[in-house]
């Protein structure tokens, strides 16, 4: 069955420093997401991307955010100036518009622990 | 400032008995409704959807209903396994494309 892939699993960071995390959708998926989830809380929308740009975006995606997607297969999510309140579980998904159940389909995560 | 913690509902059910978990969802507008399962360490599971125009559809054990009236949603897992043990989300899609998760309920199997 087709997953999304996720790298690193686990990320330290020093607070102040920059972060990527990386992410494989589904080779022919259209939508590509971010979510994140702080330790025993729920899971938070961060940013949706499709045709190249961000379509919507959350409060929490402020100016220290960015995503690209560099090639035709990598997403990835930029923290320019990690924060400790920005350490979470970090979530791609991506989705296919014409699949049954619209098809959104996680990654395993990142774990962010910056200190 | 807000604490960080487990502070969701907890359903404690015997193995093999019949479990629900309920959900309300806050926007009337919302066009379909899904259900994740995450285990620990894990992103989330899907499990089963439902679309806003229908309220009931049935999986392989599991069955969810759709009250939009009241806005609210129920999983139920027949006959659950120790393998059920996990947080349970419902989310919710809104105008555009994100989902919108719900808090959770942590679903623990006893043998």
């Known amino acids: 069955e087709p997953e999304v892939t996720q790298t690193p699993s686990h990320q330290v960071t020093q607070m102040g420093q920059e972060v990527i995390l990386r992410c494989v959708p589904i080779?022919?998926?259209?939508?590509f997401y971010w979510y994140r989830q702080i330790l025993g809380q729920k899971v938070e929308f961060l940013v949706s991307?499709?045709?190249?740009?961000?379509?919507?975006k959350s409060e929490i995606f402020d100016d220290q955010f960015s995503v690209e997607r560099p090639d035709g297969s990598n997403f990835t999510l930029k923290i320019r100036s990690t924060k400790l309140e920005d350490s979470a579980m970090y979530f791609c998904?991506?989705?296919?518009?014409?699949?049954?159940?619209?098809?959104?389909?996680f990654g395993s995560g990142t774990r962010l622990t910056v200190v | 400032g807000e604490s960080v913690g487990l502070h969701l509902p907890t359903l404690s059910v015997q193995e093999g008995d019949n479990s629900i978990i309920n959900c309300a969802y806050s926007?009337?507008?919302?066009?379909?409704f899904i259900w994740y399962k995450q285990e620990s360490g894990k992103g989330p599971q899907f499990i089963i959807d439902?679309?806003?125009?229908?309220d009931k559809r049935q999986g392989q054990r599991v069955t969810v209903l759709l009250n939009k009236t009241v806005k609210h949603l129920s999983l139920q897992i027949a006959a659950t396994q120790p393998g059920d043990s996990a947080v349970y989300f419902c989310?919710?899609?809104?105008?555009?494309?994100?989902?919108?998760f719900g808090a959770g309920t942590i679903l623990r199997v006893k043998s």
């Open positions: 989310a919710e899609r809104r105008y555009g494309n994100k989902l919108v």
């Open positions: 439902i679309r806003s125009n229908m």
């Open positions: 926007n009337s507008a919302s066009d379909y």
């Open positions: 080779s022919n998926h259209l939508y």
């Open positions: 998904a991506s989705r296919d518009p014409k699949g049954a159940s619209y098809g959104y389909t």
């Open positions: 991307f499709y045709n190249n740009e961000i379509s919507e």
